[in-house]
């Protein structure tokens, strides 16, 4: 067995990084170093740097060449959220169609070039479905054909389910190179309502002296209706528990819309932007969460300041992956990069699957 205190860690690549809630996730559970990331967005890169240090290039990834390891160093593993907005189930999907849509394959080019022996890709619930299912065929069937081959599996998480103060829905794309042999299975939710389980962590243990973090934690001005509007709303509900014929009714065409927390479960899913009250609401207090309760929620320690304006704040936390939520997946692969597993055959499992009609693959990958 390897000497861990000796090990100078996994080396991890980030790509579209954000503010670095992955990383974070990885780094947490011991042994994971991010070498190198990449993100577009200014305010982004500047909080991961300033967590992470001077490893972020700042840049359209399209630009970049990760077949030069004088501009982007090997690495273990490479992980990353894709961007997800083109298969995002809040708004159209156009999924591989959409301009956003195939920047997938950008995190497809630095597999190819760095050949890590995992990676993990990030994104939301619609790209399972997005182009009736054609869109995660492709990413698939095109992350299996780098050589030496990857064996991949998608798996939806709700991130409540492994600790996190939030139900928040994800994939998981999970792609093992075939010559390791390491077998890889998507781990059991820790958190629940069914016996053995923990109990779900609620908005009120996530939000317990709060107010006493310094940063990222302005209060938001708002409007005197806004404030009634929002005192009409109980725990945990949302705009419909306005009736129709109130002078304070509003539409709204999402759940979102003037959602107020209930401190006795897990928070709705926290969103990156949006105006018509999207923001998240308190209770009992009537007003928007503040940045650092939104953090909370998404499982970021005290220590982890955001950098640039309220709306940017939100952004970046919104965007971003819980850390909390990646621990058992950072702590499923740990044997693969410490050597500390039994081969399997991964070429046969490969070519048993590829036999297979995809929906029947798909059920069995996705489990």
Known sequence: MPNIQKMKGIRVLSLFSGCGGLDLGFEQVGDYRTVWANDFKHEACMSFEKHFGNIIVEGDIEKINPYSNKDVPDCDLIIGGFPCQDFSIIWK???????????YKSFLRFVDAKKPKAFVAENVKGILTANKKKAIKQIVEDFQNIS??????????????????????????????????????????????KNGLLPFVTVGEALKGVEEVPFNNEHINIKERTKKIISLIPEGGNFTAIPVDSPYYVKGMISHVYRRIHLGEPSKTIIAQGGGGTWGYHYPEPRPLTNRERARIQSFPDDFEFCGSI????????????????????????PLFLGTYTKVDLYKQQEELIKLPFEERYRMITQ
């Open 148 to 193: 030496p081959g990857y064996l991949v599996k998608p798996h939806l998480y709700d991130f409540a389910e492994y600790g996190v103060p939030e139900y928040r829905e994800r994939v998981l794309i999970v792609g093992i190179r075939l010559d390791t042999g390491f077998h890889f299975e998507h781990p059991k939710p820790t958190h629940g309502d």
């Open 311 to 334: 709306t940017e704040v939100r952004r970046q936390i919104g965007n971003a992956v819980p850390p909390v939520g990646v621990h058992a997946i950072a702590c499923a692969l740990k």
């Open 93 to 103: 999907q156009p999924g591989l169609n959409g301009e956003r849509g195939n920047l």
